[in-house]
Each structure stands twice: as C-alpha cells, then as structure tokens.
C-alpha cells in the first residue's frame, strides 16, 4: 500500500466513523443543542465534534483527489517491511503478556516483557535492563497496590506466594 492509499483510506475511514457517530447521536434521541436553563444537552460535544471531524475528513479527501499534499502524490510504500516486523513482534509480545498474565501475574509477565523489548528488541546493556525490568514493576507494584489499594493479577499460587512475602516486608516496614 502506498502512502496516498493509506491517505485515501484514512480519509474514508474517519469520515465513515464521524458519520456514524453522529446517526447514532441523533437516532437516541440525544439532544444536539442548548438546551435553555440546563446547559449543552447530552450528544452536543459528540455531535458537534464528530461533524467538525467529518469535515476535516471531506477536506482531506478533497486535497487528496486534488493531489495538493506531498503525501496524496507518494507513491512510495506506506510502511516498509522492517516495519512490520517491529509492529508484529510487538504485538505479539503484547498478547504473550495478556496470556502469561493469568498465568504467572502482571509484574513477572512484565518483567519478561522489558526484559524481551530492552534486550532482544532494543539491544539495550544488561544494567540498563535489569533497572529497568526491575524498577516499573515495583513502581506499578507502589501505585496500584500500596497507593490505590488495587490489587492486580498475581496469577497461580506459587507466584501469588512470592508477592505475599513483598507483602509482608511492606508491612513490617510500617
């Protein structure tokens, strides 16, 4: 796909997500407009914004058949293959993480997705990594657990384990 494809289909693709948004707006019946001693009603800024997107939308395909921009004239290729193989490797590390997380928990299934991205993917140094790999997962571990007071998925027994004895030392801290 080139990158005026990808401009075509841009174009379409928010026009065609405005429009149904806002037959859906006004198919609920929500209100558009001011309503007099109330405020805006409900699907105004919904509205509103969604025509201001599908006019930006109309513009751009507009330009694009025009051929006004450097983008609606390349013809070169819209995403080159290394691309898409970072894109891919991410996302399927991305699912990895969703899966493991039932599995093993959030901080350990993290911990093996820095340590994948950093490594493997960024070629980072092991100090770097290992801080890293470390650190976000105390500092999710700080903000979930300890300031927000939500647990997050730890996963089978023997991992569940582990986090109770970074429980307790967090308590016997206090």
């Known amino acids: 796909m080139s990158v005026r ?16 948004l806002m037959y859906k707006i006004f198919n609920d019946g929500l209100a558009i407009g001011w309503i007099p001693d109330r405020g805006p009603g409900s699907g105004m800024w919904p509205f509103w914004l969604s ?9 751009t395909l507009l330009r694009w058949k025009q051929g006004v921009t450097p983008e609606s004239r390349n013809k070169a290729p819209y995403i080159d ?15 990895a993480l969703l899966v493991m997380t039932s599995i093993i928990g959030l901080y350990f299934s993290m911990m093996l997705f820095l340590i994948l991205y950093l490594k493997v993917i960024g ?8 801080i890293v790999t470390i650190a976000v997962p105390v500092a999710i571990y700080v903000l979930f ?12 027994p023997f991992f569940e384990n582990i986090m109770m004895i970074v429980d307790d030392f967090r308590y016997s801290l206090m």
Do not use: C, Q
Request: overall charge positive.
């Open 5 to 20: 494809t990808a401009e075509l289909l841009m174009g379409l693709l928010t026009l065609l997500a405005s429009l149904g």
């Open 81 to 95: 293959p290394d691309t898409i193989f970072l894109v891919g490797v991410t996302a399927g590390s991305i699912l």
């Open 145 to 156: 657990e300890v300031a927000l007071a939500k647990y997050l998925p730890r996963g089978l």
């Open 51 to 59: 025509l201001g997107m599908a006019l930006a939308s109309i513009w």
């Open 123 to 130: 070629r980072h140094k092991w100090p770097l990594t290992i």
